[in-house]
């Protein structure tokens, strides 16, 4: 196994590089070789942050002979053993002389006089790139179009169903459709996430495919409620789960330092389908009719998720003997439980306008064809939404960047989309208005499907990933389950008026953002420049 160098990288994260044929590990201009303390004068370093691995590899080449003769002396060839000083103190010496490093100290076994080296798991590195990481992006990428393309198709599926094949239900009883589809996309992480971690993505990909399929397809059969139900809600809802979840955490695999970003990429798949879908089935909708409109959708989907199951991939070995049920102790960390509960009331907010933007646009009196075009518009902000927020978090930090997608959605639903739908308001039916609205929520908004994932892995090893997702989405779930059909209540309530809808969006934002600016206080106080 090739050693490795690792260079602290600015924004708090580890950047590994190869050097052949010795073990030293640096952190933060410290080096310190492979079994013994070294003085300061014989490695001394400076910063770290723009050298290159040349660099490196040249200002350790005194130190090479002795970490080999130590490696042979203790019989460890080229394992790599990590030391580390202090990350904050950038000149001091790296230890003192007698002392070992806690990381990996050496005690000699009972009987023996010669020294021994304990094992140690080994450094988790990310390549950060290349072929094959890119390669799963994109294999998540279609994924995601896939799953939340259908999931971004709802308020389309919502606004048809209601005046043809349900036209005798109630809105909050129709909710229950996409909502319990909602719920078990992210319930379902229940399990999946740790069977992830404990046996890869391949046959998790290939089994959300064919429920994924199945659904589609049986939609397009579908005549009565609970036809809807067990086609788009249970099936639909499984399918997507088991996509969903493998092609986020297969991400994690591959890329740290830039994971925002890489996520970000793959959650765009999302607001594709959400731009393509609708406006697909508006035109096959009046062409074709509704079932083969919705079969076309399904050759496509079929397509894609051909696409994902030959490209993602995991990396990492498998926690091999380990548990495949999430935790519920993790919530002891305060600041994994706050996250979660600002995930919770986002997600209970997020599915809301998706839904009803369609319907609301139709009942304030605009045509047709615009309606359903607007869901497409929101999807076109939030293709921007679900890329940007992730590049911009790599270097503001992943809490910073959610705070303020969480405050501009927050801005967006009561600045622009309350005054819109209050009854005689003189805005109601201003389109430019709504358009604004329906842009800027989208572009907003689009950071909680690709940033909330990456929030709670920043608060885990890679390793523990899917445990720590799949334990937040069992609680976010229930929001997704309830929130549906609690904003069709409220339309009934107020005389199919979207007001109070409007309102309890506003209020689950503002108490998210609550919670994620509280999340990051805990972590690292009042700092404003502090990257989190």
């Not at 309350?418 to 929520?441: E, K, N, Q, W, Y």
Request: some cysteine.
């Amino acid at each position: 196994m090739s050693p490795e160098c690792e260079r602290k990288d600015p924004r708090g994260t580890h950047t590994k590089y190869e050097v052949d044929d010795f073990s030293t590990s640096i952190h933060r201009g410290n080096m310190v070789d492979a079994d013994k303390p070294v003085n300061d004068s014989s490695v001394q370093q400076k910063d770290s942050d723009n050298r290159t691995p040349r660099d490196f590899l040249k200002e350790t080449s005194g130190a090479q002979g002795r970490v080999q003769e130590d490696e042979k002396r203790l019989g460890i060839g080229s394992k790599h053993q990590r030391y580390e000083g202090n990350p904050n103190d950038q000149d001091h010496d790296v230890e003192k002389e007698g002392q070992q490093s806690p990381a990996s100290s050496t005690h000699p076994p009972k009987g023996t006089s010669g020294p021994t080296l304990e094992p140690e798991a080994e450094e988790v590195t990310y390549p950060e790139g290349g072929l094959q990481a890119w390669l799963v992006v994109f294999g998540s990428f279609c994924a995601m179009l896939a799953a939340f393309g259908l999931s971004n198709a709802i308020g389309t599926y919502q606004a048809y169903l209601s005046t043809h094949q349900l036209v005798n239900y109630d809105e909050s009883t129709i909710g229950w459709i996409f909502s319990i589809y909602v719920f078990l996309a992210f319930f379902c992480g229940v399990q999946i996430g740790p069977v992830f971690d404990a046996k890869g993505p391949r046959w998790l990909i290939l089994a959300g495919s064919v429920c994924l399929i199945a659904a589609v397809m049986g939609l397009a059969e579908a005549t009565e409620y609970w036809h809807f139900i067990l086609t788009f809600s249970i099936f639909g809802g499984l399918g997507t789960s088991l996509l969903f979840t493998p092609a986020m955490s297969a991400i994690g695999h591959f890329f740290m330092v830039s994971r925002g970003n890489a996520s970000g990429l793959a959650a765009t798949g999302g607001s594709v389908g959400g731009i393509m879908f609708p406006l697909l089935l508006q035109h096959l909708f009046e062409t074709i009719g509704f079932a083969w409109a919705t079969r076309i959708m399904g050759f496509i989907l079929l397509f894609l998720v051909i696409l994902a199951n030959l490209f993602i991939r995991s990396r990492l070995p498998p926690k091999v003997g380990g548990s495949v049920w999430p935790d519920p102790g993790i919530f002891r960390d305060k600041v994994f439980a706050l996250t979660t509960a600002g995930v919770f009331f986002i997600e209970w907010a997020l599915f809301i306008p998706i839904s009803y933007i369609t319907s609301y646009a139709l009942q304030v009196g605009i045509n047709s064809t615009f309606s359903y075009q607007l869901l497409a518009i929101l999807n076109v902000g939030s293709f921007f939404g679900r890329w940007l927020p992730g590049y911009v978090a790599d270097r503001w930090g992943r809490f910073n960047t959610m705070i303020i997608t969480v405050f501009l959605c927050l801005f967006f639903v009561i600045g622009l989309w309350l005054p819109a739908a209050t009854p005689h308001s003189a805005v109601r039916d201003t389109i430019p208005l709504i358009v604004i609205f329906v842009l800027g929520f989208g572009f907003a908004s689009g950071s909680n499907i690709s940033l909330t994932p990456v929030c709670v892995g920043q608060l885990c090893e890679t390793e523990q990933y899917g445990r720590y997702y799949a334990t937040c989405y069992t609680v976010v779930s229930f929001g997704c389950l309830t929130g549906i059909p609690i904003a069709g209540a409220l339309i009934s309530l107020d005389g199919g008026e979207y007001w109070g809808l409007v309102l309890f969006t506003g209020a689950c934002y503002f108490v998210g953002l609550v919670c994620f600016v509280t999340a990051r206080i805990m972590s690292v106080g009042w700092r404003l420049n502090a990257v989190f």
